[in-house]
């Protein structure tokens, strides 16, 4: 088994959903603040201008943000204000159910963005119990391949030169939150 027969050349991005609702909430956002500055009338409230932004940075960072990213010598798990980068070899442990958790030696590491519904779970078991049946035969979940394919690159030899477990604040989405809190909560009081 080669690294390119598992498509490991590039970053592959799982995600369990939201992104509909997530762009539903930013259009509806852009949207408002569009038609506030339209009507001939006095529109919106000043400070309506900035909350309504921040209801489109936090639909972003919520629900389209978290994810499971698969990069060519580690696993990212994004969520919604931090991601966590994994190399393969360090990875002691896997599980996606609900959620998708690794086990790093001692530390667990959750990532919110990619998971299995209950129904699922159960349906992956019944079809890998039966006779001559794996994850590359058809009839599993995403999740059960995605789960399979972590744990084949975590005993792939190719991934033997581990890396440190890393976190990365996500600054831009922090920022905005921030920023955009204020500048409505300023705005309410002084308006």
Do not use: C
């Amino acid at each position: 088994m080669t690294v390119q027969s598992e498509g490991a050349e590039k970053a592959e991005r799982y995600r369990s959903g939201g992104l509909v609702t997530g762009v539903t909430g930013i259009v509806l956002a852009v949207g408002v603040i569009v038609f506030g500055l339209v009507v001939d009338n006095d529109g919106l409230a000043l400070w309506a201008y900035p909350l309504l932004l921040l209801a489109g940075v936090l639909a972003w960072a919520v629900l389209i943000r978290p994810a499971v990213v698969l990069h060519p010598h580690g696993s990212g798990l994004r969520n919604v204000l931090h991601s966590r980068w994994l190399p393969y070899a360090r990875i002691t442990g896997l599980a996606i159910t609900q959620v998708t958790v690794a086990q790093v030696g001692d530390d667990r590491y959750v990532g919110s963005g990619f998971g299995r519904s209950r129904r699922t779970l159960h349906r992956d078991a019944r079809a890998l119990q039966e006779p001559d049946q794996d994850v590359t035969r058809g009839r599993v979940s995403l999740g059960a391949l995605v789960e399979d394919k972590i744990r084949r690159r975590m005993n792939a030899e190719v991934f033997a030169e581990p890396g440190p477990v890393r976190r990365t604040w996500a600054r831009v989405e922090l920022a905005a939150i921030g920023v955009l809190a204020l500048t409505a909560l300023v705005t309410a009081l002084v308006a």
